[in-house]
């Protein structure tokens, strides 16, 4: 018997997505959070430690859960049978924006907010280039987010009673 076809892989996938998807969904509130209590106008030192929260969230939280969340709907997509694809291809597709999104503009432009941080705060003057990269990293956690919320809705609207139905080919 291949291991496509064992339940015991569709639970680790599905294992997979909530802890992935629960993750991204963590550290996205974290980052608003973090934002409220910025409020308009932060100081240039409140935003220097602030920073020292976002890397190790970015780089313990965001960057994994991530790919365990693609890695996850890789696995789930795999086994089904060719009419339960189609609504696993958008969750799919969407997962795979997450991780483009994430990992190859969020968390680079991240780390170039964070030098921008640390410049600021050792000059103690304002950097026009910080507050523009932070726009954008917000606007980018935002579509993240949006991602995030699409996907629920689809799993939760196409979604019947799994005992209802037969996913495994």
């Known amino acids: 018997m291949e291991i496509l076809n064992k339940q015991s892989f569709l639970k680790i996938a599905k294992t997979l997505i909530i802890v992935g998807y629960s993750l991204c969904l963590g550290s996205i509130a974290s980052f608003i959070a973090m934002n409220v209590i910025a409020g308009d106008n932060p100081t240039i030192e409140f ?5 020292h929260f976002v890397n190790p969230i970015m780089n313990y939280v965001t960057m994994p859960s991530i790919w365990l969340f693609l890695f996850g709907n890789i696995g789930y997509f795999l086994p089904l049978k060719k009419g339960k694809k189609r609504k696993n291809i958008v969750l799919l597709i969407i997962s795979l924006l997450i991780v483009i999104n994430g990992q190859f503009i969020i968390i680079p432009l991240a780390k170039s907010v964070s030098n921008s941080a640390r410049q600021q705060y050792q000059t103690s003057q304002i950097i026009p280039a910080f507050a523009k990269q932070k726009s954008i990293e917000d606007t ?4 993240n987010l949006l991602f995030l919320i699409s996907y629920l809705s689809i799993h939760i609207t196409t979604s019947g009673n799994p005992k209802d139905k037969q996913i495994i080919a």
């Open 140 to 143: 980018c956690g935002g579509l």
């Open 47 to 51: 935003l220097y430690w602030q920073r």
